[in-house]
T-cell receptor, first 112, second 112 residues
Framework: EDQVTQSPEALRLQEGESSSLNCSYT??????LFWYRQDPGKGPEFLFT???AGEEKEKERLKATLTKKESFLHITAPKPEDSATYLC?????????????FGQGTTLQVKP | GAVVSQHPSRVICKSGTSVKIECRSL??????MFWYRQFPKKSLMLMAT?????????EQGVEKDKFLINHASLTLSTLTVTSAHPEDSSFYIC????????FGPGTRLTVL
């Protein structure tokens, strides 16, 4: 059964304290692993797509990496505005329109 | 680019009435749109996948006669919650697919 598990469920950091969020997955026929950021009361905001093991992508203080079993979202020197829920999802199925399977998310709080 | 809008952002209705939510991809054509439901502090639950010009595919446990989906064009999909009841109160989010899934801002439905 396809499954996505994120850890930790919640994370509190001091401003500037770097850390990593984990996304473990089991899926048949992976066609992309996605990271989204969601602020309270809003829809998820697309961050990254990773397609193959060893791939890395960066955006400002965020860096996503992928292995055959898990993905990490590294947050370097976070700021309070990085506080949000980070969602990981995997896509399976054909083409680029297959449905996503989401993890439960990691809620990050960065204190000044 | 890749902007998805939803309307309305909030709606309050009486039990037994029907509510229509619109989802538009503003700057790209989406052959596939998705409708999700999200409960407080929970992850996204896929309700249905909608392809332009064809019937939507509903996930197991989602009542197709209660949640009517129409995908009349490449930029517009609508979700109608028929005969809404308080248990239908939730945050509904659409997504449009163009390689990645881009999400709308969500619609908060409250049924009294």
């Amino acid at each position: 059964e396809d499954q996505v598990t994120q850890s930790p469920e919640a994370l509190r950091l001091q401003e500037g304290e770097s850390s990593s969020l984990n996304c473990s997955y089991t899926v048949s026929g992976l066609r992309g692993l996605f990271w989204y950021r969601q602020d309270p009361g809003k829809g998820p905001e697309f961050l990254f797509t990773l397609y193959s093991a060893g791939e890395e992508k960066e955006k400002e203080r965020l860096k996503a990496t992928l292995t055959k079993k898990e993905s990490f979202l590294h947050i370097t020197a976070p700021k309070p505005e990085d506080s949000a829920t980070y969602l990981c999802a995997v896509r399976r199925g054909s083409g680029n329109t297959g449905k996503l399977i989401f993890g439960q998310g990691t809620t990050l709080q960065v204190k000044p | 680019g890749a902007v998805v809008s939803q309307h309305p952002s909030r709606v309050i209705c009486k039990s037994g009435t029907s509510v229509k939510i619109e989802c538009r991809s503003l700057d790209f054509q989406a052959t596939t749109m998705f409708w999700y439901r999200q409960f407080p502090k929970k992850s996204l639950m896929l309700m249905a996948t909608s392809n332009e010009g064809s019937k939507a595919t509903y996930e197991q446990g989602v009542e197709k006669d209660k949640f009517l989906i129409n995908h009349a064009s490449l930029t517009l999909s609508t979700l109608t919650v028929t005969s809404a009841h308080p248990e239908d109160s939730s945050f509904y989010i659409c997504a449009a697919s163009y390689n990645e899934q881009f999400f709308g801002p969500g619609t908060r439905l409250t049924v009294l």
